[in-house]
């Protein structure tokens, strides 16, 4: 008997520490809870933006002057910023297409200017994409679409046309889908990037 009695004293003393543990640990989870959450909210959104290579871009960004590199950096801070502000990202595509389309009367290289417009237009339409305006999003790569043929350049073509068929696809309308991803197609298998044939094949066999 005094065996179990003093197996029952052991037992009530580690029921009574277990007890206060918990509420000792459901006090800190709650006044801690609060203050975890504020942090992701406020601070990782900030850090993501200050990440080292958006540091360097907004950098250069302040030195460059109105060219080629400019419209350049503008891009590239509108694809890091994709992530997690569309909004930003549209921004700074709108700024290197309107400073590109500025540069074309410059005596320098038009087609170097006229591949900054092409960037930006399907930025633009990317972006656009992402966030569901897809009647925005086919202006913007159609656009592209026209600086591409003008640039003769094959392998920029082929995501765009890829991608128009996607816009077309998200409105329901298949069978021009299916035109635009049969020109991707047909020139991934000119050119032989048999990742683009593979994807867009698949692309394909879903409708």
Not at 29 to 39: K, R
Not at 61 to 69: I, M, N, P, S
């Amino acid at each position: 008997m005094m065996f179990f009695h003093t197996l029952l004293e052991i037992l009530s003393t580690n029921v009574r520490r277990m007890r206060n543990f918990k509420e000792v640990f459901h006090k800190f989870l709650t006044s801690i809870l609060p203050f975890t959450v504020a942090f992701l909210i406020f601070f990782l959104p900030v850090s993501y933006a200050q990440s080292p290579k958006t540091d360097s871009l907004f950098q250069v960004l302040k030195t460059c002057g109105e060219d080629t590199q400019k419209v350049n950096i503008l891009n590239s801070l509108a694809r890091e910023f994709q992530n997690y502000n569309l909004d930003t990202s549209i921004n700074f595509s709108q700024q290197a297409l309107k400073l590109a389309k500025s540069l074309l009367s410059e005596p320098i290289s038009d087609l170097g200017w006229q591949k900054g417009i092409e960037i930006s237009y399907k930025n633009l339409g990317w972006f656009n994409y992402i966030k569901g305006n897809y009647h925005e999003a086919l202006k913007q790569y159609n656009s592209a679409l026209l600086v591409n043929e003008k640039l003769k350049d094959k392998n920029g073509l082929i995501p765009v046309l890829g991608n128009i068929g996607n816009i077309y696809l998200s409105l329901g309308n298949y069978a021009m889908s299916l035109e635009f991803y049969f020109k991707s197609l047909a020139m991934s298998e000119e050119l032989g990037i048999k990742k683009s044939i593979a994807s867009i094949s698949g692309n394909i066999g879903s409708i």
